[in-house]
């Protein structure tokens, strides 16, 4: 399974941004999938997971209330909505999946997930 990230950009702050992530090779509805971030100089870190029914999701308290992800199994896609972007946001994003036999079950750790995209980066001005 490959995994292809976009979406990323320069932004001012408090813009919106919409990442979107698409597989290939292989199928999210089998996954749960889940976006991580790492900003220059710092460790990457957990954002947002959803589970493989698309009913239970997950979020750093950091994005809480601002960003949202969702997925369309039927285009192969997760999606990564970023609204009321600050400058912390600014970082490389990163979609992970991992095929689960769980319907409902969140990962939040790197280490539970198998796949992953090459990164988009994100860049928010002040």
């Known amino acids: 399974v490959q995994l292809q990230a976009s979406g990323g950009g320069l932004v001012q702050a408090g813009v919106s941004l919409r990442l979107s992530c698409v597989a290939s090779g292989g199928s999210f509805s089998k996954s749960a999938v889940a976006w991580f971030r790492q900003a220059p100089g710092k460790e990457r870190e957990f954002v947002a997971a959803i589970s493989k029914s698309g009913g239970r999701t997950y979020y750093a308290d950091s994005v809480k209330g601002r960003f949202t992800i969702s997925r369309d199994d039927a285009k192969n896609m997760v999606y990564l909505q970023m609204n009321n972007l600050e400058p912390e946001d600014t970082a490389a994003y990163y979609c992970?999946?991992?095929?689960?036999?769980?319907?409902?079950?969140?990962?939040?750790?790197?280490?539970?997930?198998?796949?992953w995209g090459q990164g988009t980066q994100v860049t928010v001005s002040s």
């Open positions: 992970a999946s991992r095929p689960i036999s769980n319907w409902n079950m969140i990962l939040r750790f790197e280490h539970q997930y198998d796949y």
